[in-house]
């Protein structure tokens, strides 16, 4: 079975400043996907960035990205220009891509991320 | 409709009584899911669907779960006999997923707050 772990249950940064959230996992799978989601107050799931895992170059989303290392397992968020409505709880997710139809999605913890003004 | 409704927004009951959860997808996908979520963790998966056929339910708790999705689309999360452990988040989500649509995101309902009394 996948594990993900993350390590920071908080981390707070300046707002304009640049912050990294860690994740690791575990997985005997050669090929899969990664995901960030972050979860606002109000409760929502919103998907950030993802990663297949096949793919060596960086996934980037404007001002998030990724450093995806494979050998390592470790898969961690960059959100750069820090702005207060990042504040909210990450969750790292991890996708099999094995199986076709399944699909479920294993999280992590979380890391609460506070934004300073 | 626009994205994953879901309802009711809230439930509380007493112990011991049947709940019933509902979730309506993104019109025309093929995947749906059910998570449950605990104050300060991650989404745990419990069970899903491609069409109207159950493909995984090992992670429902115990046999007081069950889900439908009768016709493909709306998807009922029924919890017999209620308990105090059953407090959680519950959410939904669906995929575009089918042979030939790759790597599709899991979008995500605003979730059921259920709290047993």
């Known amino acids: 079975a996948q594990t993900v772990t993350q390590s920071q249950p908080e981390m707070s940064v300046q707002e304009a400043e640049t912050v990294t959230l860690s994740c690791t996992y575990d997985?005997?799978?050669?090929?899969?996907?990664l995901f960030w989601y972050k979860q606002p107050p109000s409760r929502q799931m919103i998907l950030v960035i993802r990663q297949e895992a096949y793919k060596q170059q960086n996934a980037t989303e404007n001002r998030f990205s990724v450093n995806f290392q494979k050998a390592a397992k470790s898969f961690s968020l960059k959100i750069s220009d820090s702005q207060l409505g990042d504040a909210a709880m990450y969750f790292c997710a991890y996708r099999s891509r094995t199986n076709f139809g399944n699909e479920k999605l294993t999280f992590g913890t979380g890391t609460r991320l506070t934004i300073i003004p | 409709g626009a994205g994953v409704s879901q309802s009711p927004r809230y439930k509380v009951t007493k112990r011991g009584q049947d709940v019933a959860l509902r979730c309506d997808p993104i019109s025309g996908h093929v995947s749906l899911y059910w998570y449950r979520q605990a104050l300060g963790q991650g989404p745990e998966f419990l069970t899903y669907?491609?069409?109207?056929?159950?493909?995984?339910k090992s992670g429902l708790p115990n046999d007081r779960f069950s889900a439908e999705r009768p016709e493909g689309s709306i998807s009922t999360l029924t919890i017999q006999r209620t308990e105090q452990r059953d407090s959680a988040m519950y959410r939904c989500?669906?995929?575009?997923?089918?042979?030939?649509?790759?790597?599709?995101?899991?979008?995500f309902g605003d979730g059921t707050r259920l709290s047993i009394l």
């Open positions: 997985t005997s799978e050669s090929d899969y996907y």
């Open positions: 989500a669906s995929s575009r997923n089918g042979r030939g649509f790759g790597n599709q995101p899991q979008h």
């Open positions: 669907f491609n069409y109207e056929a159950q493909q995984d």
